[in-house]
């Protein structure tokens, strides 16, 4: 069986998408088979993991699609995970990736990526008007188990930011008895950290209204700081992030090692070469390799 991680906030521009992609590169690289599932309409993960126009995307897993036969007649499917994914591979990075890291298509071809596509937008308006819309996405790892598609694979998914019905299916989705975690990325401002409690109380909604028992709640699992700025940059982000550690604070235990900001990331984003790739020895991709060990030592992704 494998493992589905939600990287979720209810606020947007929080580094949620650079967290996504850099935690599934460093998950291939280390041997792991990682699936991206993208279900932000601004396609960013698929974009930064160089995956261009592709036949299925997310939300053909999630709409019922109208299909004519040879014969004419019309018929509606919803299509699989295997049928919507496309494999990453060497596309991602440009000629000078096997410079790099002469390992790079070996474990870059371990990632698969379920793109969210320029149709998700359309595709909310018709899960909306579903009443079953937000369980779409159970059903479709539901039957990919039964198929023994995700033996062992690391499910990866790049949640918007907000709650919409994207976000409700993955939380339906989500296990926690099955090690299915919640983690969420936030810089040390009001933006992002103002959104935990809201994302606890829609947590909790969640699990009063899928009657979760006591040993199968959805949590947040882990706070991971991002783009946080030196300390010559002022004190405001510094006490913002001694904040969520303080004592009293729910998320005391949860702070993740921060991620610090620095400009190879969003450039690391336009040229679509993941950190690992890009600028492999720089200090913010080891604080990358240093959140995945974290995130192992208390069993999020392990």
């Known amino acids: 069986m494998g493992k589905k991680i939600a990287i979720w906030n209810e606020s947007g521009s929080v580094g949620k998408t650079t967290t996504v992609v850099n935690l599934a590169c460093a998950l291939a690289k280390r041997g792991e088979r990682v699936r991206v599932v ?10 930064y993991l160089g995956i261009g126009s592709t036949p299925r995307h997310t939300g053909d897993m999630l709409v019922e699609r109208t299909v004519i036969g040879e014969d004419g007649e019309r018929t509606k499917v919803l299509y699989t995970i295997a049928e919507c994914e496309v494999p990453v591979g060497i596309r991602v990075a440009n000629p000078h990736a096997e410079e790099y890291d002469p390992t790079a298509a070996e474990w870059l071809s371990r990632i698969t990526v379920v793109p969210a596509g320029a149709d998700l937008y359309d595709d909310q308006v018709a899960l909306d008007q579903d009443p079953l819309g937000g369980t779409r ?18 499910t990866l998914f790049d949640c918007p930011g907000s709650k919409s019905v ?25 933006k992002g950290t103002g959104g935990l409690g809201k994302m606890q109380k829609t947590l909790n909604e969640v699990n009063r ?28 982000f510094q006490n913002r992030l001694a904040d969520l550690k303080q004592d009293d604070s729910p998320w005391a235990a949860k ?13 690391s984003f336009w040229q679509q070469e993941p950190l690992l790739i890009y600028v492999p020895d720089e200090p913010v991709t080891a604080d990358y390799l240093a959140l995945l060990d974290w995130l192992d030592e208390r069993g999020v992704t392990k």
Do not use: H, M
């Not at 921060?258 to 990331?265: F, G, L, S």
């Open 137 to 154: 996405l159970r059903e479709a790892f539901e039957e990919a188990e039964q198929n023994g598609d995700e033996d062992k694979v690391i």
């Open 255 to 267: 702070v993740a090692p921060r991620i610090r900001e620095a400009v190879v990331v969003p450039e």
């Open 209 to 236: 209204r899928t009657r979760r028992t006591e040993k199968n709640l959805l949590d947040i699992d882990a706070v991971v700081p991002c783009r946080v700025p030196p300390s010559n940059r002022g004190k405001f």
């Open 38 to 47: 993208g279900l932000d309409p601004q396609c960013d993960a698929e974009y």
């Open 166 to 190: 994207f976000t409700i299916n993955v939380l339906y989705a989500l296990d926690p008895k099955d090690g299915d975690r919640v983690v969420t990325c936030t810089p040390p401002d009001w």
